[in-house]
């Protein structure tokens, strides 16, 4: 060997072999792994959340009422701007969001039953249920809200039943049945 071949040389990696061996006499071998690497920061500028515009509005309008409304597993946040006539559910317009006649009746019944349904702003968010439930929810969270802002309107919503939360919801499914109460079929043999 020339001595340029001894100072190149690598020393070889060493490999180590496990193997089954008895729990008793089996050797634990402690292994370093490499550094985990750090991780990386991109910065983006995170997305605001679909209700920072709804917040954004309601430093702009002024005081409102607050109120809550539920129906079923639908459950609706209210807020009743004295000012303006806009009419917002999750950020939508109301005519986007109930697309039909029957349920935007359903929504706006408590104001048109004071007639108050070109005087106010309303913003809602309504979380869970279904859209007949959720529409349900807002009259319910307005009535409320319409309450808190005159007390002297509570015996007018009160007759046609807009104050009262409805309780009835889906019974729960039992055991040994098909649904809540549908027995399995019958046979005779």
């Given amino acids: 060997m020339t001595p340029e071949s001894k100072t190149k040389k690598t020393p070889a990696k060493k490999t180590t072999r496990t193997t089954k061996a008895h729990a008793k006499t089996a050797k634990h071998e402690v292994v370093k792994h490499a550094p985990k690497r750090e991780k990386v920061e991109?910065?983006?500028?995170?997305?605001?959340?679909?209700?920072?515009?709804?917040?954004?509005?309601?430093?702009?309008?002024?005081?409102?009422?607050?109120?809550?409304?539920r129906r079923k597993t639908a459950m609706a946040k209210v807020r009743l701007y004295d000012e303006g006539n806009e009419f917002t559910v999750n950020n939508h317009k109301m005519q986007e969001y109930f697309p039909t006649f029957d349920l935007q009746r359903i929504v706006l019944n408590p104001l048109s039953s004071l007639g108050l349904e070109k005087k106010?702003?309303?913003?809602?968010?309504?979380?869970?249920?279904?859209?007949?439930?959720?529409?349900?929810?807002?009259?319910?969270?307005?009535?409320?809200?319409?309450?808190?802002?005159?007390?002297?309107?509570?015996p007018v919503l009160k007759k046609f039943g807009f104050l009262t939360r409805d309780p009835r919801v889906v019974e729960r499914k039992k055991p040994g049945h098909r649904k809540a109460r549908r027995s399995p079929q019958w046979s005779k043999r």
Avoid: F, W
């Fill in 120 to 154: 106010m702003t309303v913003v809602g968010i309504v979380r869970g249920g279904g859209v007949h439930a959720q529409a349900e929810a807002m009259r319910h969270g307005i009535s409320r809200a319409l309450v808190l802002r005159n007390l002297e309107d509570k």
């Fill in 42 to 69: 991109h910065k983006t500028e995170p997305k605001a959340p679909a209700h920072v515009k709804t917040e954004e509005k309601a430093v702009a309008l002024g005081s409102y009422h607050y109120a809550v409304g």
